[in-house]
């Protein structure tokens, strides 16, 4: 029988776990705080999912050698810029064979690296058994089994769909991919697109400014994919397209969250004082644009998007500046 660990107790890894126990697969899942881990122990995890009773077939612990024992599938959920030091402590406990997924949707900073690789160069993991998961996957929707679809993408399609078939309970249905760099950056991108759509909501703006900055967004995402060798398909799949939509879209999206309270008027400072969980795209989009920057790809609307979170200016201006840069090809 496949087993598997979770490392990272929040709400995406929580309601992961509980689409592969629910899928058969049982899982041990790794949390930092004692109280968490015995939360979960008891069926439930309060601060990220309440109200939601995890399936039987999830246990918790906070040893990392104890979580991973045994493991076919290590599970990676915590925020992709502790993503290096965690694996740090973790490289040990995790089994030679194992393959080992990535749910984070972030790039890092400084070095610009995708999840991917800072699992292969920290983890000391060979590429051909590291698997991202990506798409439209709102960890609530999920964890109250709505029906969604993800893609799963590995170098080696064997091990994306064995992962894939461990993750397969009636509400969830993954898609495998051989397209890791497309899949990863598809997650990562989106959620600096949902805050520059977050900030035109905060700024009373309607459905055409909305759908122009995704559109826009996704010309972004696939110019920027395509150059780093990404497959284009991938910009119009779930991993692209669809997770776009869901992020921009829903209120529940914590990225799109934090951009309304940008555009409603609150400083970055103030929101991320009342931001409770992780928001990649505040941090990744400043390793984006420099990932951008570095591969000489045009990124108008992320560009903006750093200068609002990290120089200061307001949703406002940067908006201003978006309508008045040259007219272009809409190709280009
Ligand atoms: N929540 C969602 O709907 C989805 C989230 N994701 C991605 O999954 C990744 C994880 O996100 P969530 O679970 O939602 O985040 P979260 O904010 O709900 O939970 C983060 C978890 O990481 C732990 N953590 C924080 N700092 C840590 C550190 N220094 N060392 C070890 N653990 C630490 C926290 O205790 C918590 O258990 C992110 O990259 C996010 O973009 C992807 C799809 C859906
Ligand atoms: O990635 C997500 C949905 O697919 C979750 O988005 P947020 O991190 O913005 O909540």
Not at 208 to 217: D, L, Q, V
Not at 262 to 291: F, N, P, W
């Amino acid at each position: 029988m496949t087993r598997a660990a979770v490392f990272g107790t929040g709400s995406w890894g929580t309601a992961y776990a509980a689409v592969l126990a629910d899928g058969g697969t049982p899982v041990t899942m790794w949390g930092r705080r004692q109280a968490m881990v015995d939360q979960i122990n008891a069926g439930s995890n309060e601060d990220y999912l309440p109200g939601i009773r995890l399936p039987e077939g999830i246990r918790a612990t906070t040893d990392p050698v104890e979580a991973a024992a045994d493991a076919d599938i290590v599970v990676l959920a915590v925020p992709s810029q502790t993503l290096r030091a965690n694996l740090a402590e973790w490289a040990h406990a995790l089994p030679r064979r194992a393959a080992i997924v990535s749910l984070m949707k972030g790039v890092e900073l400084g070095t610009t690296k995708r999840m991917s690789e800072v699992i292969a160069e920290a983890g000391g993991i060979e590429p051909g058994r590291i698997v991202v998961v990506s798409g439209p996957n709102l960890a609530k929707e999920i964890a109250q089994k709505q029906p969604a679809a993800s893609v799963i993408a590995c170098i080696d399609e064997r091990i994306a769909e064995m992962v894939a078939e461990a993750s397969n309970p009636p509400y969830f249905r993954p898609y495998t991919s051989g397209d890791v760099i497309g899949v990863e950056l598809g997650g990562a991108v989106k959620n600096v697109i949902a805050l520059a759509v977050g900030m035109a909501e905060g700024l009373g703006m309607g459905d055409n400014s909305k759908a122009s900055i995704i559109t826009r967004g996704l010309a972004e995402t696939s110019r920027l994919g395509m150059k780093l060798g990404a497959d284009p398909v991938t910009f119009s799949g779930l991993a692209g397209v669809g997770d776009l939509i869901a992020t921009c879209m829903s209120p529940l999206s914590r990225n799109r969250t934090f951009g309304l309270n940008l555009g409603k008027g609150m400083t970055v400072d103030e929101v991320v004082a009342v931001t409770r969980q992780t928001a990649e795209g505040v941090k990744s989009c400043e390793s984006i644009l420099q990932l951008a920057h570095d591969h000489g790809v045009s990124v108008p609307i992320i560009e903006q998007v750093a200068a609002v979170v990290h120089d200061g200016r307001s949703p406002k201006e940067v908006v201003g500046a978006l309508m008045l840069r040259a007219l272009k090809n809409e190709a280009e």
